[in-house]
C-alpha cells in the first residue's frame, strides 16, 4: 500500500430522498483519479460515516472498489462507537477488497493511552492491511503523542502511516525524528499541507481534493518538489477555500464546492443540515470568488464518468 501522494477522504453522495447515491460516487472516485489523486479515502468524517449503518458502509465500500479497478488504493475509514464493531468493520473491509485501513479512536468515549492503544492495536490485529493511524484531538478528543505512535509502530508491523491532523505541524517533525522513516505521515489539515510537506509529511489525506482536485494534486506537487514560488502562489489562492476544512461544518462546506463547481450535491444527513440564509450567501461569495480567478492551467479537466 503506497500511502504518498494526494488521497482524498471522499464525501458521500445522497440522492434526494438522503439515501447513498452508488453510481455518482462511483463515477466521483474514477474522476478523483483521473485528475492526479493517487487513492481514495471512504467513510471518513468527510464521507458522513457516522451516519451511515454497518450495511451501508459495506456497500459504499463495494461500490468504491468496483469503480477503481487497481488504478489505485482504496482505504477504509474504520470508526465505531464500540471495539468490536470497529474490527468487525476492518474484517469486512478486508473481505470487500480494501488495501487499506484509516483506523480512528472510537467516537464519544475518551480513554486513557492503555485503553486507547487496546482498541487501536485490536483493530490493527484484526487484518493483513496496511493501516493508517489518524490522529485528530481537536475532532476526537484523543491526542496519540509521537512517543505513543513509535510503541504502536515498534509491536505492529502493518502500521505504516499517520494522518496527523492536530494543527501542529511541529507533530510532524517530532514523528520523523523519532522513527525516521519507519512511518509515512500525511497531512490531515488543508489548510496546513505546505507547511507539513517542508518537515517531512509525503502525503495529503485531503478534502477541497473532492471539488479541485488538479488544484490539489499541483499544490501538493510543488510543494514537494521544493518549487516554493509556484507553491506560495496557487496556495495563497486555494487558502480561503483550504479554510473551510477545519472547522466544524466542513462536511456541508466541501460539499457546498462541490455543488458550485458542478461536482455532486451538498446533500447532507441529519444531524448536519444544509447552509442556509446569511451564511449560504456568504460562504457562495467566496467560492465564486475563487473560482472566478481560479488558476488557468488547471482550469479545464475531465468530468466525472458515471456510467
Not at 224 to 246: I, K, V
Not at 266 to 274: A, D, G, H, T
Amino acid at each position: 500500500m503506497n500511502w504518498k501522494g494526494v488521497i482524498p477522504a471522499i464525501t458521500t453522495y445522497f440522492n434526494e430522498d438522503l439515501r447513498v447515491d452508488h453510481n455518482s460516487m462511483s463515477g466521483h472516485c474514477r474522476w478523483l483519479l483521473d485528475n492526479g489523486c493517487a487513492g481514495i479515502v471512504a467513510l471518513g468524517s468527510l464521507g458522513e460515516g457516522a451516519t451511515l449503518s454497518f450495511e451501508e458502509k459495506l456497500d459504499v465500500l463495494r461500490a468504491c472498489v468496483d469503480a477503481v479497478h487497481g488504478r489505485g488504493p482504496v482505504v477504509a475509514s474504520i470508526s465505531a462507537l464500540t471495539t468490536s464493531e470497529a474490527v468487525a468493520l476492518a474484517k469486512t473491509a478486508a473481505g470487500q477488497g480494501c488495501d487499506g485501513l484509516m483506523v480512528l479512536p472510537p467516537y464519544v468515549y475518551k480513554g486513557d493511552w492503555r485503553e486507547m492503544k487496546t482498541h487501536v492495536a485490536a483493530v490493527f490485529r484484526a487484518t493483513p492491511l496496511s493501516c493508517m493511524l489518524y490522529n485528530n484531538p481537536v475532532a476526537y478528543g484523543t491526542d496519540f503523542l509521537p512517543e505513543q505512535i513509535l510503541e504502536l509502530a515498534e509491536e505492529h508491523e502493518n502500521f505504516h502511516a499517520v494522518k496527523e491532523s492536530s494543527t501542529d505541524a511541529r507533530r510532524v517533525s517530532a514523528i520523523r525524528a523519532l522513527m525516521d522513516r519507519r512511518l509515512d505521515i500525511s497531512v490531515g489539515v488543508d489548510d496546513a499541507v505546505l507547511e507539513a510537506i517542508g518537515v517531512g509529511a509525503t502525503g495529503w489525506v485531503a478534502g477541497l481534493a473532492n471539488a479541485l482536485p488538479r488544484e490539489s494534486v499541483d499544490l501538493f506537487n510543488y510543494g514537494l518538489n521544493g518549487e516554493s514560488d509556484r507553491a506560495f502562489e496557487l496556495y495563497r489562492w486555494f487558502l480561503p477555500l483550504l479554510r473551510m476544512d477545519t472547522v466544524f461544518n466542513f462536511v456541508q462546506l466541501i460539499k457546498l464546492v462541490q455543488a458550485e463547481v458542478g461536482i455532486g450535491n451538498s446533500r447532507v444527513r441529519p444531524p448536519r443540515l444544509q447552509l442556509v440564509g446569511d451564511e449560504l450567501e456568504q460562504t457562495k461569495k467566496v467560492i465564486g470568488d475563487a473560482l472566478r480567478s481560479r488558476p488557468q492551467a488547471v482550469n479545464h479537466y475531465a468530468m466525472p464518468n458515471r456510467k
